[in-house]
């Protein structure tokens, strides 16, 4: 199979187009309809060649477009998202966060490798193609996101209302980067999320810490020893029920692991640590991908001041893995904080919505294949190393649940380019090894070893 696209634009000019689309603050917990919907319609006139529009929800909008001029051959549902994270410090970012500077060999700007430059990337190889060969190589459609970076609350229902119109026979996300940037790397699997609070309250207001010390239940001692219980001095969670439904590690994963090239010291000192610590039994890499987790996010109560807080809470997160259920985690924590009776306080747990399962794609999938092809081609005498997303990408047990369709993570982001965090970057050599890796993969499921077997009318493959 040979590629036969150009991309003859310089590097110069796909920056300065990506600039445009950078420069938005469509930062989607804070920005204004407007500012989304500017972020929105410059994402649906690159679509133009499909039908490119802005379609509202009950949120921010959705950017829609579809090309279906490939009777017979599969049919792709391309996902991601034109949302960004907050700036945080504007006094850490070495340059102005939403303005795409060069760096060397990388540009730097809020959302330049999450998710605008990967999605940049799949518009301009669609746009190639419809420009050198007047058609895509399969059918081909387009759901981009504007929420993606809160948790996507309003997608399940757009996507249950519009299933039909959007089904596919895969879903492609340009979200989710690759590992490390020393090898080209496939998602097999990403960790799902719940979220929770852990409330407790005393007097019906803060204290003197003179006049009523000694003489009341202090909230923040009562919560320090709540959050020292959820955990085993060897790092397990201490929480009945915590890990029901978790296939044993097997001898074959834990050697696979063991194989992938991972130096633990460097990881340790490229975090500023003395040391490493975990679930006891595991290592690394494999506490890492494999194993779920329970982690303090945050404890708000009181001050530099002499008070005895009447209320102190807690933020907590659990990544999750396959054979957890998301409910049945929250109510093991629940059941295991009330059970804990602290005399002289009030303790309330409150879940938050939306807990995402764990998601994975077999490694025999035709498109984990297809991808790891391409992949191989883009980057010629390098091993395809197949890993594990350690985030959550609440998108990808939607589409499996409503679509029925699985995910093929294929970013060209590296997990290191600080997403989420001041200076974010990308790699411009990845925009054009992105580039000819979209281009091959989409030909290959349309048309070679690993193509994919379209859905007819009745459901049936």
Known sequence: MVDMLSFDSTDAAYLDELADYVAVPSVSRDATPETMRTAARWLAAQLSFAGGRVVETAGHPVVRGEWLGAPGAPTILVYGHYDVQPTGDLAEWRTPPFELRVDGDVIRGRGVTDDKGPVFI???????????????????????????????????????????????????????????????SLS???????????????????????????????????????????????????VDGFYDGIPELSDERRAAIAAVPFDEDRYRDDLGLDGLFGEAGYSTLERLWERPTLE???????????????????????????????????????????????????????????????YTIPADHPAIRAATEALAHVYPGQDVLLAVIAGTLPATALFEEVLGAKTLFFSFSTADENLHAPNEFMRISRLREGMRAWERLWRLLADGPHRLAPVRGDGTR
């Open 188 to 238: 097999v699997a990403s960790k799902g999320l719940v979220t929770l609070d852990i409330e407790v309250s005393g007097a019906a207001t803060d204290l003197h810490s003179g006049r009523y010390g000694g003489t009341v239940a202090n909230p923040v001692h009562a919560l320090s020893e709540i959050l020292a219980g959820l955990h085993a001095p060897d790092g397990r969670v201490a």
């Open 296 to 358: 303090i996010n945050g404890v708000l109560a009181g001050g530099k001041y002499t008070v005895i807080p009447h209320v102190a809470t807690a933020h907590i997160s659990c990544r999750l893995v396959p054979g957890q259920r998301p409910e049945r985690v929250l109510q093991a924590i629940t059941d295991h904080v009330l059970a804990q009776k602290i005399p002289g306080v009030r303790v309330v747990v409150r879940p938050d919505e939306g807990g995402v399962p764990a």
């Open 122 to 184: 799949v518009l301009k190889v669609a746009q190639a193609f419809i420009e050198q060969e007047g058609a895509l190589p399969l059918n081909v459609k387009f759901l981009f996101e504007g929420e993606e970076e809160i948790g996507s609350p309003h997608l399940p229902a757009y996507l249950r209302e519009h299933a039909d119109e959007l089904a596919a026979d895969l879903v492609i996300s340009a979200d989710g980067a690759m590992w490390r940037p020393s090898e080209p």
